[in-house]
């Protein structure tokens, strides 16, 4: 399934867990429904500090529907680390997400799993509200 946008509700949602995370980093697994990120998945026992972000393997569910990931940089940097390259490769899915300070609907970035940058529409984004 190609991915091809996200729904602008989970976006917020995604905005507000970096927001309130910070200033430490957030790892989320983002599911799809017909190629629309459409759902949030955050793992408990994932473990966060301010210059990282991991799901123990022990407790990562395997989903038919995973899209990719989400994760903030605190730092506000919205390109990913060669480490994040290996992470959303080990992850999977096709579409990995970056948020970064000041954590807004401009502090986001979309990539392929090899880091390159991802094409990534927002659905329902002709009413945009800051606020959700």
Not at 1 to 19: A, D, F, T, Y
Request: a negative charge.
């Amino acid at each position: 399934m190609n991915i091809k946008g996200i729904q602008k509700n989970v976006l917020s949602l995604l905005i507000q867990i970096g927001k309130d995370s910070y200033p430490h980093e957030f790892l989320a697994q983002l599911l799809h429904k017909d190629g629309i990120i459409n759902d949030v998945l955050i793992i408990p026992g994932t473990i966060t500090s301010p210059v990282m972000a991991y799901i123990r393997d022990d407790v990562r569910p395997i989903m038919v529907n995973l899209a990719g990931t989400a994760h903030s940089h605190p730092n506000g940097i919205l390109r990913p680390s060669f480490t994040d390259v290996l992470h959303f490769a080990k992850i999977g899915g096709q579409c990995h997400l970056i948020f970064g300070s000041p954590f807004s609907r401009d502090s986001w970035r979309a990539f392929h799993a090899d880091g390159s940058p991802y094409t990534l529409y927002i659905v329902g984004d002709d009413d945009w509200d800051e606020n959700g």
